[in-house]
């Protein structure tokens, strides 16, 4: 395979590092930070989507639903026809076991965002994939009650997708 013929598409708004991922014909900038003039900056909660056609032209950011909390560092996978956070630095700057899934309206914008059972440790900047009927998390920074850095997290964790109830629908996870 080769690359050839890089080109400028558009910018990512003015976020930092935020999870980044593509669905269909969309790219989802999820969390991340806003600067505000400290080190860090401000945690955002707020989610984007740009639609992407078939010459690589990108359309204009669109806000899709905002998450519970801002989030940095959190991994972001597709399991089945729904988004899946974990983990990630939140408001109020705090490290997180948390998991949120959102599936995806008739227009392909997300829907709620809805809690699932924690993380078994703290991991920022850790990486999810979806294989089968299974999510596998691995790497990353584990983390201490209180936020401060442990080390360097060499384990990979896994757990079997969930049946969740919404609005008198099970939706697989």
């Known amino acids: 395979m080769c690359i050839r013929d890089r080109e400028y598409v558009g910018d990512t708004l003015n ?5 980044t991922i ?8 999820i969390g991340g930070t806003i600067p505000n003039g400290t080190l860090l900056g401000s945690l955002n909660p707020n989610v ?3 639609m992407i056609d078939e010459t690589g032209k990108k359309g204009p950011w669109v806000g899709e639903r905002p998450l519970p ?5 959190a991994a972001v ?7 899946v956070i974990t983990g990630g630095l939140h408001n109020p700057a705090a ?3 948390k998991t949120y899934s959102a599936g995806f309206d008739p227009s392909g ?8 059972a924690d993380l078994p440790v703290i991991l920022e900047y850790h990486s999810m994939i979806a294989i089968g009927n299974r999510l596998f998390v691995g790497g ?5 009650l209180v936020g401060s850095p442990t080390t360097t997290n060499k384990k990979i964790y896994t757990a079997q997708k969930m049946c969740i109830r919404d609005s008198n629908r099970i939706l697989l996870l």
């Open 95 to 97: 490290n997180s076991f």
């Open 140 to 144: 990353g920074q584990t983390f201490d």
């Open 109 to 116: 914008s997300l829907t709620n965002w809805i809690p699932f």
């Open 15 to 19: 976020i930092s590092q935020p999870s």
């Open 77 to 83: 996978c597709l399991s089945r026809d729904r988004l």
């Open 48 to 50: 984007y989507s740009s």
């Open 69 to 73: 909390n801002g989030f940095l560092g």
């Open 22 to 29: 593509f669905v269909g014909n969309r790219l989802f900038l």
